[in-house]
């Protein structure tokens, strides 16, 4: 059975980090694209980050609004993609969601991925 199993959300004050885990169990991670989803209360869904497969040079793409302060990484012996993330802002606030797919071209809607954690809830707030 396909499963992927975020953890790691939780209240951090502005400023600090967390790092989201995102474990697969049921297919090998290392053969598709997964990406990290974000949605706020009142917002629509959207994509934060995208690690390609090693078809694709495990290539990372990230959303002009968590450059530089988020980081994708996968270890593939643990089937488990991370995201690590600094100086969080309150606007960082929402459910994170991690999800498998064929590649990352155009991942910023999800709308090609289809295997989806239950997401994990990040808020930043002092």
């Known amino acids: 059975q396909v499963q992927l199993v975020e953890s790691g959300g939780g209240l951090v004050q502005p400023g600090g980090s967390l790092r989201l885990s995102c474990a697969a169990s049921g297919f090998t991670l290392d053969y598709y694209a997964i990406g990290w989803f974000r949605q706020a209360p009142g917002k629509e869904r959207e994509g934060v980050s995208c690690s390609s497969s090693s078809d694709f040079n495990s290539n990372t793409y990230y959303a002009d609004s968590v450059k530089g302060r988020f980081t994708i990484s996968r270890d593939n012996a643990k089937n488990t993609v991370y995201l690590q993330m600094n100086s969080l802002k309150p606007d960082d606030t929402a459910v994170y969601y991690c999800?498998?797919?064929?590649?990352?071209?155009?991942?910023?809607?999800?709308?090609?991925?289809?295997?989806w954690g239950q997401g994990t809830e990040v808020t930043v707030s002092s």
């Open positions: 999800a498998s797919g064929e590649s990352c071209t155009n991942y910023g809607s999800g709308d090609l991925f289809h295997h």
